[in-house]
């Protein structure tokens, strides 16, 4: 396959997750239509935050449930 540029799409393991989020801030619309970069620098962060504490949250939970 000489020559060929070949692009493979790199998947983020936390998307569901970030879009979820979205979706509850009502910023799914958006980010379908025009993409995550469309996003203000406001809305990316309080994702970010809320992925932040979501996952802290399952992992206390999950250490919390092997201790018992």
């Known amino acids: 396959m000489k020559g060929k540029n070949v692009k493979l799409k790199r998947t983020d393991p936390l998307e569901g997750l970030k879009m979820e ?3 509850e801030l009502g910023l799914i619309d958006q980010v ?3 993409g995550w970069h469309s996003l203000s620098a406001k809305d990316a962060g309080k994702i ?3 992925m932040t504490q979501r996952m802290k949250s399952r992992s206390q939970q999950e250490n919390g449930n ?3």
């Open 21 to 23: 989020i979205a979706a």
């Open 32 to 34: 379908r239509i025009k």
């Open 48 to 50: 970010g935050g809320l």
């Open 66 to 68: 092997l201790q018992d």
